[in-house]
């Protein structure tokens, strides 16, 4: 119920800041509509890189569960995914999500639109949103800078639903039609990240990869991202 109620806000939200924009269209949304969701794809680049070698919270059982080689539909492995979700914060169960879907990426794309989003959606999206509207009704804030936010809010919203587009072999005509027109990143494209996990972390249309490869490179040689972290440890 309180999911539902906070996609609604949402989208009140959203086409309040799209009427925002419109009052003072001008054709300086072109590049900021572009910048934002270059913005979105970049913000997706990071996250996934830092989860993915975050190290997963330690003593909670994630290495089994990770390493388990019987059926993950066995009342053993439920009980085992139970106890040990049960001991871990929203974050800690984002990190392993992330680690989890690198050896089966299959299970990312089975996933539904509102797991993959949800979380996004109470924690940034309609938040910033909403600011936005603030924003827009106190200062009179630039048609082209409403128009640029909103590409942002709908690329990040939406970041975690279009990973697990590459991931699955069947997808809606506009997830087909975006990836045509380049603003979605293509499996292909994205598997180079799963061969090496040392490159293209950004899953939206990868425009930032150029810029995050050398990031992730830096932060690999300084120690601030450790191999160790890939995997749940004992």
Known sequence: MLMRLAIFALILS????????????SLWMIPAVLAGWYVADMISG???MVMDYH?????AGLD???FYTGSRESDEYLGMFRT???R????????YDFKNHHP???????????????STIVAGSLPLSLLLNVACLLFPVPGW???GMLSLLIGGTFAQYFHGTLHRAENPRIITLMRQVGLLMTPAAHQLHHDTLRRDFATNSGWSNALLNPVFRFAHRRGWLRDMGLEPQG
């Open 88 to 95: 871990l914060n929203p974050f800690e169960r984002l990190v």
């Open 64 to 66: 089994r569960l990770y």
């Open 14 to 25: 959203g086409l309040a800041n799209l009427g925002f924009a419109a009052r003072d269209f």
């Open 46 to 48: 990071l996250v996934h």
């Open 145 to 147: 800078a409403v128009a």
């Open 84 to 86: 040990s979700m049960a």
């Open 104 to 118: 089966r990426p299959d299970a990312l794309g089975r996933r539904t639109m509102l797991r993959q989003i949800g």
């Open 55 to 59: 190290p997963a919270r330690l003593g």
